[in-house]
């Protein structure tokens, strides 16, 4: 079955530090692949998104996300985090045949100031 | 431009009892989904509508229900309330329901039930 899997349930950082959160998918075929972040107290908002072409995906806020078939993964990362990205991340896909999502987990992010 | 708007924003209700939740999607956006998020886990998909006809249902039992206005808002309806149905309900709407398309979603409704 289609799935998206995320590594870490809980991570934290200090201002500064650099972030990578993983992101694993489980189906072949054409693949979409989204990060969500969802600010405490926030609707889910779109990171990024990719759907074809240059593998790396520059998202909002200086985010970034590299997509490596070759490792079914799709990992989030920005080189400096502040303290106003403490928020839960959700890596993402749409379903095969349409629009309909599936979620990771979630990562949930707290940064130290 | 509203964004998706739900309401209401908190229910608390007792098990046994119904429940309806409501969601305007953003103006000119035709498809509209149910999601419910448990806490500590990622949203999971429950319905999906597009011109108020139902495309798509996930692992939920027929307690759940749902449907599309002419206007494209939506109700989901929850019957004989459980505890294990406390969550947060989002819904999102989108342009039309491809996989290219952006989804939008709204706050969420947090029901809880006791």
């Known amino acids: 079955a289609q799935s998206v899997s995320q590594h870490n349930h809980h991570v934290i950082l200090s201002e500064a530090a650099s972030l990578e959160l993983g992101c694993n998918y489980s189906?072949?075929?054409?693949?979409?692949l989204f990060w969500y972040v969802q600010y405490p107290g926030q609707h889910l908002q779109l990171l990024l998104k990719?759907?074809?072409?240059?593998?790396l995906v520059k998202g909002i806020k200086g985010f970034e996300a590299e997509f490596i078939k070759s490792k079914f993964s799709f990992n989030l990362r920005k080189p400096s985090v502040q303290w106003s990205d403490t928020a839960e991340y959700f890596c993402a896909s749409p379903m095969n045949r349409d629009d309909k999502i599936i979620f990771g987990k979630g990562t949930r992010l707290h940064i130290l100031p | 431009d509203a964004g998706v708007t739900q309401s209401p924003t908190h229910l608390i209700k007792t098990r046994g009892q119904h429940v309806t939740l409501r969601c305007s999607p953003i103006?000119?956006?035709?498809?509209v989904s149910w999601y419910q998020q448990v806490l500590g886990q990622g949203p999971q998909f429950i319905f999906q509508y597009y011109e108020k006809e139902e495309r798509g249902r996930g692992n939920f039992p027929d307690r759940f229900s749902a449907r599309q206005f002419p206007n494209y808002s939506s109700e989901l309806n929850v019957n004989a309330l459980l505890l294990g149905d406390s969550a947060l309900y989002l819904c999102?709407?989108?342009?039309?329901?491809?996989?290219?398309?952006?989804?939008?979603f709204g706050q969420g409704t947090r029901l809880t039930v006791v």
């Open positions: 999102a709407s989108s342009l039309v329901p491809a996989r290219n398309t952006e989804a939008f």
């Open positions: 990719y759907f074809s072409g240059d593998p």
């Open positions: 189906y072949g075929g054409t693949v979409n």
């Open positions: 103006s000119g956006h035709k498809s």
